[in-house]
T-cell receptor, first 117, second 113 residues
Framework: AQSVTQPDIHITVSEGASLELRCNYSYGATPYLFWYVQSPGQGLQLLLKYFSGDTLVQGIKGFEAEFKRSQSSFNLRKPSVHWSDAAEYFCAVGAHAGGTSYGKLTFGQGTILTVHP | DAGVIQSPRHEVTEMGQEVTLRCKPISGHDYLFWYRQTMMRGLELLIYFNNNVPIDDSGMPEDRFSAKMPNASFSTLKIQPSEPRDSAVYFC???????????FGSGTQLSVL
């Protein structure tokens, strides 16, 4: 069975500092990997995805993530954090079940990001 | 487009009562997913539909939970009878052809007293 671990429950950074959120996955085949962001009281929004190819993927809002098969990791990064980035971030792995690569997801427990001015 | 619309936003009920959560997916989307978010278990997939047909309901916790999709623009998740441990945020999400971006609704915060 697939699983996702986000080791950090809560991270605090200063505005303008760099950010890295960790994600480790367990999956028997080539995974489909995602990062989502959730603002308070809102649904989840897709930041970026990895299906295949280039292991460094770019997403929205200046985020990027790197897939490292040898480490079973898919860490999210941003070079300079903005106060508006404060939210909860979820890493997810998807199984290619029929046509539902994007939808049948196993999520990590989430990392809450606090940004200090 | 208005996005995925869920109602109600908040629901407070007493144990033993029936609860119905509603979802309107984005027009043209043929996949619909119900997720539940709790502190203890995080985000879990409950069930998903393709073209109004339930495909995988293995995440539905027990027989008290049921979901329907009578047409392409409406789905319900029903809990009967409700229990305090059902308290959670329930999200509906939809996508087109299952291989495009998943759009989430704002969720229904359910509290069972």
């Amino acid at each position: 069975a697939q699983s996702v671990t986000q080791p950090d429950i809560h991270i605090t950074v200063s505005e303008g500092a760099s950010l890295e959120l960790r994600c480790n996955y367990s999956y028997g085949a080539t995974p489909y990997l995602f990062w989502y962001v959730q603002s308070p009281g809102q649904g989840l929004q897709l930041l970026l995805k990895y299906f295949s190819g280039d292991t460094l993927v770019q997403g929205i809002k200046g985020f990027e993530a790197e897939f490292k098969r040898s480490q079973s990791s898919f860490n999210l990064r941003k070079p300079s954090v903005h106060w508006s980035d404060a939210a909860e971030y979820f890493c997810a792995v998807g199984a290619h079940a029929g046509g539902t690569s994007y939808g049948k997801l196993t999520f990590g427990q989430g990392t809450i990001l606090t940004v200090h001015p | 487009d208005a996005g995925v619309i869920q109602s109600p936003r908040h629901e407070v009920t007493e144990m033993g009562q029936e609860v119905t959560l509603r979802c309107k997916p984005i027009s043209g989307h043929d996949y619909l997913f119900w997720y539940r978010q709790t502190m203890m278990r995080g985000l879990e997939l409950l069930i998903y539909f393709n073209n109004n047909v339930p495909i995988d309901d293995s995440g539905m916790p027990e027989d008290r939970f049921s979901a329907k999709m009578p047409n392409a623009s409406f789905s319900t998740l029903k809990i009967q009878p409700s229990e305090p441990r059902d308290s959670a945020v329930y999200f509906c999400a939809s996508s087109r052809q299952g291989r495009e971006k998943l759009f989430f609704g704002s969720g229904t915060q359910l509290s069972v007293l």
